[in-house]
């Protein structure tokens, strides 16, 4: 049963993880578009904290790598990004 828990606490976290690398992306793009100081910007910033939080609620550390198309968490996750259709695959 711990097996269990401990795997589905493993997919939620890397759904929250997956989700921070979006809104970061998100981020740093209306950060290059928007002036400082813009509402648009605080509020992605906002979003980021929110994650982040929940993030380290579950768990107090995390190992994430970021490379040309791919994000690594925890040794064991990948996630590829295809840059032609945005698809996501994770093995």
């Keep these: 049963m711990k097996k269990n828990e401990s795997s589905t606490n493993k997919e939620h976290l890397l759904k929250l993880v997956t ?7 998100m981020a740093r793009k209306k950060i290059s578009f928007y002036p400082e100081g813009h509402p648009e910007i605080e509020e992605q ?3 980021l904290k929110s994650i982040m939080t929940k993030i ?5 550390t995390i190992s ?7 994000i690594f968490f925890e ?15 994770k093995y």
């Design 19 to 25: 989700k921070f690398v979006l809104e970061l992306n």
């Design 45 to 47: 910033i906002e979003k």
């Design 56 to 60: 380290f609620d579950r768990k107090k």
């Design 75 to 89: 040794e064991i996750c990948k996630i590829y990004t295809n840059k032609r259709n945005n698809h996501r695959k």
């Design 64 to 70: 994430l790598g970021i490379a040309k198309d791919k």
